[in-house]
């Protein structure tokens, strides 16, 4: 299977992690003139990282966590290209615009490895 490959199976396995928020990703992603079907996978996480961030106002920490332990496990093993897209596309638009409630919600589910890539790009935990 070579990287393009990958990265497709890898989209097809977050978005069968929580349908609620593909759902959301998806019309977020159609809302900024793009097709869910479309091969733009870094601006589709991005949309999946909006969805989640509007899921964390929620406060359905069993839904959070279970997409957060996902990415969690796929930074672990991930090809080069697979974690530059969670990297870039997923932990670097968490907590936008994200309530100080749903901040706390989100942080403390956020296993450790995804708090380094935050903080990495971030320079700070989101506040």
């Known amino acids: 299977m070579n990287e393009e490959e990958k990265l497709r199976a890898f989209i097809k396995n977050v978005r069968n ?37 509007e899921l964390m106002e929620t406060g359905n920490s069993s839904e959070i966590g279970s997409i957060f332990k996902f990415i969690s496990n796929q930074v672990d093993i991930a090809s080069h290209l697979i974690y530059e897209h969670i990297d870039v596309s997923f932990v670097e638009n968490l907590f936008y615009k994200v309530s100080v409630k749903g901040v706390e919600l989100g942080w403390g589910l956020l296993p450790w490895n995804l708090k380094e890539l935050y903080i990495k790009f971030h320079g700070q935990k989101p506040h």
């Open 17 to 53: 992690v929580s349908p609620l928020v593909t759902s959301r990703a998806d019309i977020i992603h159609t809302e900024r003139g793009f097709e869910p079907e479309d091969e733009s996978y870094s601006l589709w996480l991005g949309a999946f990282a909006d969805a989640t961030n």
